[in-house]
RNA sequence: GGGUGGUUAGCUCAGCCGGUAGAGCAGCGGACUUUUAAUCCGUUGGUCGCGAGUUCGAAUCUCGCACCACCUACCA
């Protein structure tokens, strides 16, 4: 009695139980997982190759088929049943006759579940409806599925269990196939456009000994071996900027970075960034080549550059608005006077208002950015570049020749969403190992994203970088703007979800 | 981290003022040789998220916990 307890789990239910009861009478069979069966076509090669034909031609010119996938519609009507199978590229509905494969064959069909994998030849014809479609000669089961597929009308809808059983959701729902074929894709464009313009592609670490080339806090782990602190990188930036100096003048990196903090619609603590450098540039080359990349890959992908997001048309086409922080605020809130914003006072009296964190230490530059922030960045839902950011949070871009307050430095905003940030590099190695030391004494005083001091990064400078433009663009969020997708969980095939029980 | 909502059959969901569990799909048995979420007849299946409490009696009311979603806060 406690042994039957003990079992009774939640998947001791009685589908599973019938299932894997016909998985042994399989056994008995012979081989109950054959993987001798090879199969010609794919469902959207055979419907684009002859989709078209009439089933007169079909019959005057018959064409074979063999095809396999995952059956997910069967519909048995006595002596004949129709049945629906899924591959890679598409579904393909199937014909099961008495008179086809035989009446104990097609009887053993009846008994098959959907979830299972079948492997089928036949040839093609059309329906009465119109349906392409394999009159079966020959079919296998050559999977069997133990456990049940959601309910074939409505779906899996359930979002946690689209997110941590991923495979389920990709089996029953085509948006979610379209989400991540189009973030492949747009990975691939992204690649073949830095490939055609001459960049080099590199890999470079994922455990820094001393995490830097942004302000987050990072993972930590540990060497064994070595009995040494690591840290899973939180940027690629300062590894990419060495390479420029060994005079790799243009490279990119599409990889993961990692950031120790809240998970959100818009957060995971792994996601993708794309980096990349370009010598002898500045940072409004920088943002042409993004406008230029944003349109060559909604283009490519999704064949328009006016892309439907959220019930609004984000137009990439279009040249992108370029504003200072003053200017931004200034245009969406045209009560605000510019001497108010050049107003210390007035700045920290209405952050106080809203009850907004900032740094009290922050100077000017600091405080109208938290203020941008807090009232503008949000209503950024065209793109839009931010330029000339203050130096006090810029610490690796170079500052303004004629403001050395600020840095040439943007970030692009899509859908009130950061998506980009780019600078011209600070390439002065007694000006960076000054911010540097900046960084530490903030650490020191408790900012736990503050930057650490990397002797090495500044010895690199040494040797001279020159004169650089760099940017990181973060994937996920770009495709979830290409996708439609609302959640940073979506474009994400398995986003980071605390463990169950 | 804060707020709101949710958790009932394998899946999608009902379940009123507290009276002891329902439907559709899937499954099982039967009819059916051009169906399209096939249809029709019959039928199995439940730790009502977990734990306390109130009550003669809790899926339902109260408290706590867990997980999820959404909003919000930091970061990209």
């Not at 018959?62 to 002596?79: D, H, T």
């Not at 089961?141 to 779906?155: A, D, Y």
């Not at 998970?263 to 080359?285: G, V």
């Not at 992908?301 to 006016?306: A, H």
Request: one cysteine or more; proline letters at 5%.
């Amino acid at each position: 009695m406690t042994e039957e307890r003990q079992t009774a789990t939640a998947d001791d239910n009685q589908i599973f139980a019938e299932r894997r009861a016909k998985l042994a009478e399989l056994r008995k069979g012979g081989s109950a997982f054959p993987n001798d069966f090879r199969r010609e076509h794919l469902a959207a090669d055979l419907q684009a190759a002859h989709g078209a034909q009439s089933n007169e031609e079909l019959e005057a010119a018959p064409v074979a088929a063999c095809i396999a996938g995952r059956m997910l519609l069967k519909r048995v009507m006595g002596k004949a049943s129709f049945a629906t199978i899924q591959d890679m590229s598409g579904r393909m509905q199937l014909y099961v006759t008495n008179d086809g494969v035989g009446p104990e064959l097609h009887d053993r069909f009846k008994h098959w579940d959907l979830g299972d994998i079948l492997g089928v030849k036949g040839t093609l014809f059309r329906t009465r409806t119109g349906e392409l479609t394999v009159k079966v000669t020959e079919l296998r089961l050559l999977t069997k599925s133990l456990r049940p597929l959601p309910e074939k009308f409505h779906g899996l809808t359930d979002q946690e269990q689209k997110y941590r059983q991923r495979y389920v959701d990709l089996i029953v729902t085509e948006e979610a196939r379209r989400t991540f074929t189009v973030r492949s894709k747009v990975i691939q464009a992204i690649r073949r456009f830095f490939v055609d313009r001459g960049y080099l592609e590199v890999e470079t670490p994922m455990m820094h000994p001393i995490p830097g080339g942004a302000s987050a806090r990072p993972f930590a782990t540990h060497h064994n071996a070595l009995d040494m602190p690591l840290f899973l990188r939180i940027a690629p930036e300062l590894y990419l900027k060495r390479l420029v100096v060994g005079g790799f003048e243009k490279v990119f990196e599409i990889n993961r970075n990692f950031r120790n903090e809240g998970i959100s619609t818009r957060h995971n603590p792994e996601f993708t960034m794309l980096e990349f450098y370009e010598a002898y540039q500045d940072y409004r080359h920088l943002m042409d080549f993004t406008e230029a990349m944003f349109r060559e890959v909604a283009t490519a992908v999704l064949g328009t550059t006016k892309v439907p997001y959220q019930g609004e048309i984000i137009d990439l086409g279009q040249p992108y608005a370029r504003l200072t922080v003053v200017q931004a605020v200034r245009h969406y809130h045209s009560e605000i006077t510019e001497a108010q914003l050049n107003d210390r006072a007035w700045l920290v009296a209405q952050l106080e208002k809203m009850g907004a964190k900032y740094k009290p230490a922050d100077g000017l530059g600091g405080l109208q950015l938290t203020y941008f922030e807090e009232t503008t960045e949000s209503l950024l839902v065209q793109p839009t570049f931010i330029i000339d950011y203050p130096a006090e949070v810029s610490p690796l871009a170079r500052r303004n020749d004629a403001q050395p307050e600020i840095t040439d430095r943007f970030e692009l905003f899509i859908t009130g969403r950061e998506i980009a940030n780019g600078f011209s590099e600070l390439n002065d190695p007694e000006d960076q190992a000054e911010r540097f030391q900046e960084q530490v004494r903030q650490k020191d005083a408790g900012d736990h994203e503050a930057m650490h001091y990397d002797a090495d990064y500044i010895r690199a400078l040494e040797y001279g970088l020159p004169p650089t433009a760099g940017e990181g663009i973060g994937i996920d969020r770009l495709v979830m703007l290409l996708t439609d997708s609302p959640s940073i969980r979506d474009v994400i095939l398995f986003p980071h979800m605390r463990p169950e029980d």
